[in-house]
């Protein structure tokens, strides 16, 4: 609804294509009033609308409104993330660490829903003309050469971290995706096409919300992938306490026992385990059990350092927080839009902005 190729329901065509089941697709706007609360479900592939909002502080995007009044957004970053929320809508800070669109504001009244923690047009254009030029020709044999080009900046993992402390507070992976690009008025090249962009990454689901899936991604319990890099058979983080699991974005007790399991399809994995922002426990293998952890905010990452275009220092899968002994200021609503948010298949999520995200 601003300036994507295609419509809703091709986006929804390449999405199935993709294997994903949720689309959340931001159009540009302040806010964008018929983006905003749009809904469909076509091809078994549910899309949920949003809006990015050019601040003076950056790009605030949100989405799943019920309603958007017709006025402007705040310009203060604060009073704008109210007013999203007031609409029923989840607030996401963008663009993080972009060299063009970066956010500026990080005071400690910042209190959005979630934060991208990369976003794959930011690694573009961080890239070298040189880089950039060696992208251009290898695409055309190649849409996953752009791998070796992915990265999550230190800073973006630190605001994530430091935020954190204050409140529960999601990270997500993003891209924007246009259906290609325009050139001049009379011509457009579909590259990358919506499928192609979601088919690089995304966010893991669990099958317990294939009904509502937006409810996973409100609450924190998903995990961002480089699917370009391949998706593991089975991913687990959870923490156990007696009888009862916690899963991301809950909050278990102190003492709780921390879990992880990896399963892939032959691939090496290394998974290190952050606690207040700091490295906690790094280990060569497919699973990770502690017994019992202290106080502290635990996410997961986890690495492939034998993979052949994915950088060994990059992430392949980053997890949202457990929060164990800790309850800071929640400042998610968990309840989700009384209009059902259906998937058939929410093993991933395509999140884009439109600039789309293959999550924004």
Known sequence: MS?????PL????????????LVILTDHGNPNPAASAFRMRADGVTIVGGSEAKLPEGRLTFFGARQVPRFALASSPPEAIDQARLWGAFPIVSYTEDPLYG???WESDLAPGGIEVSNLFSCVRALSVFRKLLLALYYPFSQYYFLKSIAFPAQSFARWDDILERRKLWGLVAADAHGGFHLGNWFSARVPSYAATFSLAGLGIDRKYASQPEVAIRSGDFFNCIRGAGEPLVFDYLATNGASKFTSGSTAPEGSALHARVQTAGQTVQLVLIKDGAIERRVDADNLDIPSVPAGVYRLEVYLPHHPLLPANVPWIVSNPIFIGTAPYD??????????????RPASVGVGSAEVTAVQ
């Open 3 to 7: 300036d994507g190729l295609d419509s």
């Open 10 to 21: 091709e986006i929804a065509r390449q999405a199935r294509m993709a294997r994903v089941a």
């Open 103 to 105: 956010w500026h504001y």
């Open 331 to 344: 400042s998610h609503p968990r309840a989700v839009n009384s209009q059902a948010v259906e998937a058939s």
